[in-house]
C-alpha cells in the first residue's frame, strides 16, 4: 500500500493546474511512495492538455475522465479509487510549499493520526510570483496531539473549513462511511465539521503546507451565509 493518495479535481483551471501540478512533484519524496489522482471533471478549457507532458513524465499519475459532476460527487470518486494510507485534496488553482508535505506525512504515518491540520499562507498571483523566487524559511516542525472535539472547539473556524490543508487516513474516513455531501455550494463545511467530530487523534500543527491562492475564481468556498443553498451542479465560487 502506498503512504499517500493525492486527489486533483480539475475543472476550469488552465491558468493554474501546471504549477499545482509541480509543486507536488517538488515535496523531495519517493515516487514510489504516492499516487496522484486527477479527475478531469468535464473541464471545458485545456487544463488537461497544459498538464500532458507531465502526465507523461511520472508513474504514479492516474488520470480520470469523466462528465461534469458536482465536486462532492469528484472527491468521493476520488477517495473510494484511493489506495494510500492518507488523503490529501488540494485544488487545482492553489499549491504546495516545496519540501512541506514529507514532515506531515511522516507525522501521520509515525502517529496513526485519524487528521492531520497544518496550516497556509494567503497570497495574490503576483506575490506567489515573489514567493515562489525565494527560499521560504519554516519554523522547526512540531504539532499537537488532540482529540477531534477539543480540535473542534479549539481550532475550527467556521471561515476556515478547507480540506486542502488536512491530511485524512483513508481508514478513518471508510470506517466512519465519511463523504462529501451532493450538490451543495459549501462542500467544505459539513465534510470538516463531521471529521474532526468523530476523530479520535488529530495532530494540529502550525507548519505551513498550502499557498492559497486568492483574488480569482475557484471551487474553494469562503463561507457566506447567503450563499448557503443547494446548486445542480459543479460551481465555481469565489475567493
Not at 509541480?22 to 471545458?44: A, H, M
Not at 475550527?156 to 451532493?182: A, D, G, H, I
Not at 450538490?183 to 507548519?207: M, N, S
Request: proline share 4%; with cysteine.
Amino acid at each position: 500500500m502506498k503512504s499517500l493518495s493525492i486527489i486533483i479535481p480539475v475543472y476550469n483551471t488552465e491558468r493554474y493546474i501546471r504549477p499545482c501540478l509541480e509543486s507536488i512533484f517538488r515535496q523531495g519524496l519517493d515516487e514510489r511512495c504516492f499516487e496522484v489522482i486527477i479527475i478531469n471533471d468535464g473541464t471545458k478549457d485545456n487544463s488537461i492538455g497544459v498538464i500532458q507532458d507531465l502526465i507523461s513524465q511520472h508513474t504514479n499519475i492516474t488520470l480520470i475522465e469523466q462528465e461534469n459532476q458536482d465536486l462532492s460527487v469528484v472527491r468521493n470518486n476520488g477517495i473510494a479509487m484511493a489506495t494510500g494510507e492518507f488523503i490529501l485534496m488540494p485544488d487545482s488553482d492553489d499549491l504546495l510549499i516545496d519540501n512541506s508535505l514529507a514532515p506531515l506525512l511522516d507525522a501521520a504515518i509515525s502517529t496513526k493520526a485519524d487528521l492531520v491540520v497544518a496550516d497556509f499562507l494567503r497570497l495574490k498571483d503576483e506575490e506567489i510570483e515573489i514567493e515562489m523566487h525565494r527560499a521560504h524559511h519554516q519554523k522547526e516542525f512540531s504539532y499537537e496531539e488532540k482529540t477531534g472535539e477539543r480540535l473542534f472547539l479549539e481550532d475550527l473556524s467556521p471561515y476556515q473549513c478547507y480540506v486542502w490543508r488536512t491530511l485524512f487516513r483513508r481508514e478513518f474516513l471508510l470506517e466512519n462511511q465519511l463523504k462529501f455531501v451532493p450538490g451543495i455550494y459549501i462542500q467544505d463545511v459539513p465534510f470538516t465539521h463531521e471529521c474532526y467530530l468523530k476523530a479520535k487523534k488529530c495532530l494540529r500543527t502550525p507548519w505551513l503546507l498550502n499557498i492559497y491562492r486568492v483574488g480569482h475564481e475557484s471551487a474553494t468556498f469562503c463561507f457566506n451565509q447567503k450563499k448557503f443553498r443547494v446548486v445542480p451542479r459543479y460551481t465555481r465560487q469565489n475567493k
